[in-house]
């Protein structure tokens, strides 16, 4: 089945480090994504990673992905009250025609 | 380059009326994808299309909703006698042709519909 499940919360305090996690379950996903709302506003794309790979690092992003346990998780460095937002999780399913999203992370930032 | 443009931002209709919900893609995209994010929830698929087809409609109710995307003219999203359940944020996403395989979705602000 599609479904992509994520924690709902994560509360933090600036400058520390934040991890959202995310489970799917299409085993042939190939592209998994992270995207990034703030309020009142669409979605944009922060991250993806292709299935064939285990890391992948930008500025203050890591994704990690453990495709056994079909496990992503982002992890955010030296976090910031701009940072706050909902997190989205994503897989795209059926040759990359649909992507299918989870719940989201609503990630705040304490000062 | 503009975005996603969609139109209405917010859109109030009383029950039994119906809702038109507008999508123009980025220039030069040829396929758009219709999402609802219902209070506190997150995205689910509705619909994609490309120009004149609808490839994949499986996320859509089967009364009362509809989609198009003509030849000329933006996408529309159409929902015929609303119900309060109907009350969501519905959000337009398009991608150009040959990148639907790394499935990048560039997303509009939203179309915010309440029925009261």
């Not at chain 2, 003219?73 to 991608?95: E, H, K, N």
Request: hydrophobic letters at 35%; glycine letters at 10%.
């Amino acid at each position: 089945g599609e479904d992509v499940e994520q924690s709902l919360f994560l509360s933090v305090r600036e400058g520390d480090s934040s991890v959202i996690n995310c489970t799917y379950t299409d085993s042939s996903s190939t592209y998994l994504y992270w995207y990034k709302q703030e309020p009142g506003a669409g979605l944009q794309l922060l991250t993806y990673i292709f299935s064939n790979m285990d890391m992948k690092q930008d500025q203050r992003l890591t994704v990690l992905l453990n495709k056994k346990d079909k496990h992503l998780s982002l992890r955010i460095a030296d976090t910031q009250t701009g940072d706050s937002a909902i997190y989205f999780c994503a897989e795209s399913i059926g040759g990359g025609f649909k992507t299918i999203f989870g719940a989201g992370t609503r990630l705040f930032v304490k000062a | 380059n503009a975005g996603v443009m969609q139109n209405p931002r917010h859109l109030v209709r009383r029950r039994g009326q119906e809702a038109r919900l507008r999508c123009s893609p980025m220039k030069g995209h040829s396929h758009v994808y219709w999402y609802r994010q219902l209070p506190e929830e997150g995205l689910k698929f509705m619909v994609y299309l490309q120009k004149e087809n609808i490839i994949d409609e499986s996320g859509m109710p089967k009364e009362r909703f509809s989609a198009e995307f003509p030849k000329e003219g933006p996408s529309i999203l159409r929902i015929q006698q609303v119900v309060r359940g109907d009350s969501a944020a519905y959000f337009c996403a398009s991608s150009p042709p040959g990148t639907a395989h790394t499935g990048e979705l560039f997303f509009g602000e939203g179309s915010r519909l309440t029925v009261l």
